[in-house]
């Protein structure tokens, strides 16, 4: 589990297709490499990866075919959001993120609104019942707080501190990034349809 407040950035090294799936391996910050055993997750632009090998500042994860039809593509260069995840004790800053990715939201429209950012996507429209106004998402790992929403598409406010520790800012209109509805509207989205 984690809270969507970013903690590290981290660059692709390396995206290498295997059979159906895939293995990424990211430079990764020392801190965040020397507290983390193979084995634990980290949050890679949201998503939930488990940590298969690590040496000489690089983290490699194994992407299954599920992974990689639900995420948004990853390219050599990359910058990421990374995340530990949580420990008992931990401080719950953002929202509970489960790093279990709904599907990808693309950009259909940025503003700047005085220091402000606005950003307006466009989530996989199964999703539409799960955003609510003044509710929590995560997009690219990030929690944030819908401002504003209609259907499937929402918008998210950027503040300057948002704006300076991720690379939420830099993404471009008709860019995609992952996408977790909050794990409380997906249960009782599910309860209601079960009535």
Do not use: W
Not at 72 to 95: F, N, P, R, T
Not at 131 to 148: C, D, P, R, W
Not at 182 to 190: C, E, K, N
């Amino acid at each position: 589990m984690f809270t969507g407040i970013i903690s590290h950035l981290g660059k692709i090294a390396s995206h290498t297709r295997q059979d159906q799936g895939a293995r990424i391996a990211i430079a990764v910050p020392d801190a965040l490499l020397a507290a983390t055993e193979i084995g634990a997750s980290i949050a890679v632009n949201g998503c939930c990866l488990t940590l298969a090998e690590k040496n000489d500042g690089i983290a490699s994860f194994d992407l299954s075919p599920e992974t990689l039809a639900r995420t948004a593509a990853l390219a050599a260069e990359q910058m990421v959001h990374l995340e530990a995840s949580l420990k008992a004790g931990d401080s719950i800053d953002g929202h509970l993120i489960f790093g279990h990715i709904d599907g990808t939201a693309r950009l259909q429209n940025r503003q700047e609104r005085g220091q402000a950012l606005r950003l307006v996507l466009q989530a996989p429209d199964q999703c539409a019942l799960l955003i609510a106004e003044k509710g929590s998402v995560a997009v690219a790992g990030v929690s944030l707080t819908v401002a504003s929403c209609q259907g499937s598409v929402f918008a998210v406010e950027l503040v300057p501190h948002t704006i300076a520790q991720t690379v939420l800012a830099q993404l471009k209109v008709g860019e995609e990034a992952n996408f977790e509805a909050d794990m409380l509207a997906r249960y009782a989205a599910r309860a209601i349809e079960k009535d």
